[in-house]
């Protein structure tokens, strides 16, 4: 953890492969100095089958999943750094957003904790 799954349109690859935006997004998300380097995870999830607003059209939208205990700015400053650099890569897409959830650090568990 954390965890970041980047669900997208298909469409959007073509002009960005998908390992320079995991690249892109673990970086911004290293650079905010919230989390150990080695703990960020970022998956994609594209989509070939979507609707936006009713019609066919690209999006991009991050779910991020962190432990508990970040402050509600630190976190809407990692959201905006994030779209911003989306943004950068993907400045056709209109629809670009994120949002961060709390992992409850009582009930976390992985293997290592086992």
Same mark, same amino acid.
């Given at each position: 953890?954390?965890?970041?799954?980047?669900?997208?349109?298909?469409?959007?690859?073509?002009?960005?492969?998908?390992?320079?935006?995991?690249?892109?997004? %673990?970086?911004?998300?290293? +650079?905010?100095?919230?989390? +150990?380097?080695?703990?960020?995870?970022?998956?994609? &999830?594209?989509? +070939?089958?979507?609707?936006?607003?009713?019609?066919?059209? +690209? =999006?991009?939208?991050? =779910?991020?999943?962190?432990?508990?205990? &970040?402050?509600?700015?630190?976190?809407?400053?990692?959201?905006?750094?994030?779209?911003?650099?989306?943004?950068?890569? =993907?400045?056709?897409?209109?629809?670009?957003?994120?949002?961060?959830?709390? =992992?409850?650090?009582?009930? %976390?568990?992985?293997?290592?904790?086992?």
């Amino acid at each position: 953890m954390p965890h970041f799954v980047i669900d997208c349109s298909k469409n959007i690859l073509k002009s960005q492969e998908e390992e320079t935006v995991l690249k892109e997004v %673990y970086q911004v998300t290293k +650079d905010s100095g919230l989390f +150990d380097a080695n703990d960020i995870k970022v998956r994609m &999830r594209p989509f +070939d089958t979507f609707s936006v607003g009713g019609i066919n059209t +690209d =999006f991009i939208h991050v =779910f991020a999943d962190i432990m508990e205990g &970040r402050s509600t700015e630190q976190k809407a400053a990692l959201s905006k750094a994030v779209v911003k650099k989306l943004k950068q890569l =993907f400045p056709e897409v209109s629809f670009i957003a994120m949002n961060i959830r709390d =992992f409850e650090k009582a009930t %976390y568990c992985n293997l290592g904790m086992i």
